[in-house]
């Protein structure tokens, strides 16, 4: 009697046993099938106007092509004009005039978004900003910057404008400076093309471009195009853009402690 009601307990703990077991591998099953989109998307990607791809890995941005990885299963919120257009795929559109589309769902009409744009996958947020005017102490700063460039005329500031923003969650606003008096009718060797951050009434400077007779048929323009929060940790990172008569470079920055560093590896 006791050997068959060892046995019977025996059976009973098995059973158990093997329920457990199988709601523990349901329960995998689930939360891997749940978080695939996360899984896909460790990898994350940027795509700048249609013609400059980046991948965000490991703190870093790389260029790549639209042939280095397979962007079939990502979606891409993608911003203009200050408005989320919503969530698309991307592939390949055959056109000289704009290399990729996008669409809504898979085997739906393409659609090409107004320039300029940026399209994120959702591992990473557009922060919006105000431009503001400059004041009376954001020219005497700049006149303090100049002077190492024996520039002391500033003449007229065109597309100059200020960012006030906290770069890195400490509850206390940085300001970004882009700046030019750059004027294509009225050349002037005194023309410059600054991108600075004031922090803690420091200038760190991000980049400069500045008039020579070698350079003037290619004057780099600078601008602050973009602020992104690359990984969710509130450390925006700066998109400074620079564009002469014919193409477009972006360079991406982020705070660290007391300086400014990029992040794009190439």
């Known amino acids: 009697m006791k050997l068959e009601t060892l046995k019977k307990n025996k059976s009973i703990i098995m059973i158990i046993v093997g329920i457990l077991l199988y709601g523990i591998v349901m329960c995998i099953i689930f939360f891997n099938f749940d978080n695939s989109d996360n899984i896909h998307l460790q990898h994350n990607y940027l795509i700048i106007n249609g013609e400059s791809f980046y991948e965000y890995k490991d703190n870093q941005i790389t260029t790549i092509t639209f042939s280095d990885t397979d962007f079939e299963n990502d979606k891409f919120n993608i911003y203009n004009d200050g408005k989320n257009r919503g969530s698309f795929y991307v592939s390949k559109n055959g056109s000289e005039y704009q290399f990729i589309k996008f669409f809504k769902n898979k085997g739906s009409d393409g659609y090409i978004p107004k320039l300029p744009f940026i399209a994120l996958t959702k591992e990473i947020e557009l922060i919006n900003f105000t431009k503001e005017d400059l004041d009376d102490k954001d020219i005497d700063n700049l006149k303090e910057i100049l002077i190492d460039k024996d520039i002391v005329d500033i003449g007229t500031l065109f597309k100059s404008y200020k960012i006030n923003i906290d770069l890195d969650n400490d509850a206390v606003k940085e300001t970004i400076y882009v700046i030019s008096n750059y004027d294509y009718i009225n050349i002037s060797e005194n023309m410059f093309s ?3 951050v004031n922090d803690d ?5 991000l980049e400069e471009n500045y008039y020579t ?23 925006y990172t700066i998109v400074v853009s620079s564009s002469d008569n014919s193409t477009t470079i972006n360079n991406f920055y982020l705070k660290g402690n007391n300086y400014y560093k990029q992040i794009r590896l190439d």
């Open 201 to 205: 009434d420091r200038q760190y400077i």
């Open 194 to 196: 600054l991108v600075y």
């Open 213 to 235: 007779q070698d350079n003037i048929e290619e004057f780099i323009q600078l601008n602050v195009s973009y602020i992104l929060d690359l990984d969710g940790e509130k450390n």
